[in-house]
C-alpha cells in the first residue's frame, strides 16, 4: 500500500503556490504509484481548530465553523483547479476525526503518558505553539504575534520517549528524508526533550479530552492525527492496519519538529509504528522570502493556471523545485522554462512527428524498429525516473524523461525525415520518434497529466496513459503502428516573455 499525505492546511489563509507545492508533489508521486499498479491512497485536507482559525473567524465576524467551511471550500477548489487526485480530503472539523483523536488521547493516557500540569509562559499564535522568551524576539521581528498565557494544561510526558525516539532513528535509517532534515531531528532529540502541553481551556475551538471535557485539544495533537483518522484509526476498519503501514508524510521544513519528534513518540505512546518516512522539502520563496499573509507575497495557484494551464502550472513547480531545499519563484524563470521545455521540447517533437507522418506515411504511424539506436536512451530514461520517483525526487523524474525528449529531437534532426523519400527508412525514424512519444506521455503523466493524455490520443492508441501498467509498459516497441496520428494546435503554445 502507498499511502502519501501532505500537512492539513490551516483555514485562516487562502491556498498559495507554497501549499500547491506540497499536494502537487504527493499528487504527482501517487499518480506514479497508481501507474507501477499500487495500491494507494493520497490524502489532503484541512486544519480546522484552534486560535488560529479562532481568532480570524473573529475577526471575520462569523463562527469559526463557518470560516472552516468557507476556507475549506477554497483549498478543495484550489486543488480542483490543479488536477489534483487525491483520494480522500479529511477535515478536522469531521466526526470521523473526533472519534480518532479521542480514540488516540485515551490510548496515550492509559499508558500513563499524559498529565495534568500548569503552563506559564509565551505562546505564538501564528505558529499555534509555546516558545521560549529566546525565540520571541525573533518571531515578532517576522510579525507573528507572541502573547502571554497561563493556564491548566495537560501534557503529553515527551521527556520519557528521549531514548525510544533515539533507538527508533538507529533502526529505520530512512525515516527522515533527505538526511540533512534527519540529522536535524535527530539533534534536536539529543538536546533534551520537553513534556509538550496538549490542551487548552483558554479557547473552545477544539476536540475536548475524552476524560476532562473542560479542556480541548491542542491543535497539533488533533491535526497529526488525521493521518491515522483517514486509514481507518479507531472506525474498526479492517483495513487499518495494511494502510497504515504504508504511511508516508510530505512536509514543509517549518513543521519538521512537530513530524518527526512529537508525532512518533505520540504513535509510539499509543502502541502505533511511526510511518514509513517522512519527506521533507525546502521553501518555495519569492524575492528571497517565504511567503505570508503579511508580507503580502503570496500567489494563487489560478493566476498562474492562467498564463500557463494546468499542465504549464504542474510541470513548473514540479520540475523547477529540488524537492528537499530552498528555491526561488520567478515569473520570468516560469516562462523561459514553460518555453524551454513545453513549448519547444516537447511541443516540437510531437508537431514535427505528426506533421511528417502526415506528409510522408499518409498520416498512419509506423511502429518503431526493434533495434532502435533510441531503444537504448528509452531504457536509461524509465530507469532513472523510476529511481528518481523512489526517492521522491520529481525534478530528477522529470529530466530523465525530457533528457530523452531531447535525444529524439536530436536524432530526427541528424536523419531529417521530412528531407527523405516515403518508404521504409522514413518510417523506421518516424515509428522510433513515435514510441519515443508513447513512452515520454506514460513517464510525465504523473505531472502533465493533460498534455500525457493528448499526446496518447495524437498517437492514435486506444485509453489513457493512467491506465496503462509499469514497467511492462515501458519496454521499447510498445507502439503498435497502423494507427492515424493527428497533428491537432500546439501542446503548448509559446509564451512572450
Ligand atoms: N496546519 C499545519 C499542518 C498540520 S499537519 C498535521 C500547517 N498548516 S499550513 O497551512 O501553515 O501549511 C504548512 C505547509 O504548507 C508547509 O509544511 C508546506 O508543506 C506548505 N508551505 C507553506 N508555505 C510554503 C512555501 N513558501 N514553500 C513551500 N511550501 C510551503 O502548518
Same mark, same amino acid.
Given at each position: 500500500m502507498f499511502y502519501v499525505t501532505t500537512p492539513i492546511y490551516y483555514v485562516n489563509d487562502e491556498p498559495h503556490i507554497g501549499h500547491a507545492y506540497t499536494t502537487l508533489t504527493a499528487d504527482a508521486l501517487a499518480r506514479w504509484h497508481r501507474l507501477l499498479g499500487e495500491e494507494t491512497l493520497f490524502l489532503t485536507g484541512t486544519d480546522e481548530h484552534g486560535l488560529k482559525v479562532q481568532r480570524a473567524a473573529a475577526a471575520n465576524g462569523i463562527t469559526p465553523q463557518e470560516q472552516a467551511d468557507r476556507f475549506a471550500v477554497r483549498f478543495v477548489e484550489a486543488w480542483r483547479g490543479l488536477g489534483i487526485s487525491h483520494d480522500d480530503f479529511i477535515r478536522t472539523t469531521e466526526p470521523r476525526h473526533h472519534r480518532a483523536v479521542q480514540r488516540l488521547l485515551q490510548a496515550c493516557y492509559d499508558r500513563g503518558d499524559i498529565e495534568l500540569g500548569r503552563y506559564e509562559g509565551l505562546y505564538s499564535v501564528a505558529d499555534e505553539a509555546y516558545v521560549t522568551a529566546d525565540e520571541a524576539p525573533e518571531l515578532e521581528r517576522q510579525g507573528r504575534q507572541v502573547i502571554r498565557m497561563e493556564e491548566e494544561n495537560y501534557f503529553f510526558r515527551? !521527556?520519557?520517549y528521549e531514548q525510544a525516539l533515539l533507538d527508533w532513528y538507529e533502526a529505520h535509517p #530512512?525515516?527522515?528524508?533527505?538526511e540533512i532534515r534527519r540529522n536535524e531531528a535527530v539533534g534536536f532529540i539529543r538536546q533534551g526533550l520537553k513534556d509538550f502541553s496538549i490542551s487548552r481551556t483558554s479557547i473552545d475551538w477544539g476536540i475536548p479530552l475524552p476524560w476532562d471535557q473542560r479542556h480541548v485539544t491542542y491543535v497539533w495533537f488533533d491535526a497529526l492525527t488525521n493521518y491515522l483518522t483517514a486509514a481507518g484509526? #479507531? !472506525? #474498526?476498519?479492517?483495513a487499518f492496519p495494511v494502510r497504515w503501514a504504508g504511511a508516508r508524510h510530505l512536509i514543509g521544513k517549518d513543521i519538521l519538529r512537530f513530524h518527526c519528534v512529537y508525532w512518533p513518540a505520540m504513535l509510539l505512546s499509543a502502541g502505533l509504528e511511526p510511518p514509513q518516512a517522512v519527506h521533507v522539502h525546502g521553501f518555495l520563496l519569492v524575492g528571497g522570502e517565504k511567503m505570508s499573509k503579511t508580507r503580502l507575497n503570496q500567489i494563487a495557484p489560478a493566476s498562474l493556471v492562467e498564463t500557463f494551464g494546468v499542465d504549464g502550472f504542474r510541470y513548473h513547480f514540479l520540475a523547477d523545485q529540488r524537492f528537499g531545499p530552498d528555491g526561488e519563484f520567478t515569473f520570468e524563470g516560469m516562462v523561459a522554462r514553460y518555453n524551454a521545455d513545453l513549448a519547444n521540447n516537447l511541443g516540437n517533437l510531437m508537431a514535427r512527428v505528426a506533421a511528417v507522418v502526415a506528409s510522408k506515411c499518409g498520416g498512419m504511424g509506423p511502429a518503431p524498429s526493434p533495434r532502435s539506436p533510441l531503444a537504448e536512451a528509452a531504457a536509461r530514461a524509465y530507469e532513472e525516473a523510476a529511481a528518481a520517483w523512489g526517492r521522491v525526487a520529481p525534478s530528477e523524474a522529470l529530466e530523465a524523461a525530457w533528457r530523452l525528449i531531447r535525444e529524439a529531437n536530436a536524432y530526427l534532426e541528424a536523419n531529417e525525415p521530412w528531407k527523405m523519400e516515403p518508404g521504409r527508412q522514413v518510417e523506421a525514424v518516424l515509428g522510433d520518434a513515435l514510441e519515443v512519444l508513447r513512452l515520454v506521455a506514460l513517464l510525465a503523466s504523473p505531472a502533465v497529466p493533460g498534455a500525457a493524455a493528448e499526446v496518447w490520443s495524437r498517437l492514435g492508441l486506444a485509453g489513457a496513459p493512467e491506465e496503462q501498467r509499469l514497467p511492462a509498459a515501458a519496454a521499447w516497441g510498445g507502439y503498435p503502428g497502423g494507427l492515424p496520428v493527428r497533428k491537432g494546435p500546439p501542446l503548448f503554445p509559446r509564451l512572450s516573455a
Open positions: 515527551l !521527556s520519557r #530512512g525515516f527522515v528524508q533527505p484509526y #479507531g !472506525s #474498526g476498519d479492517p
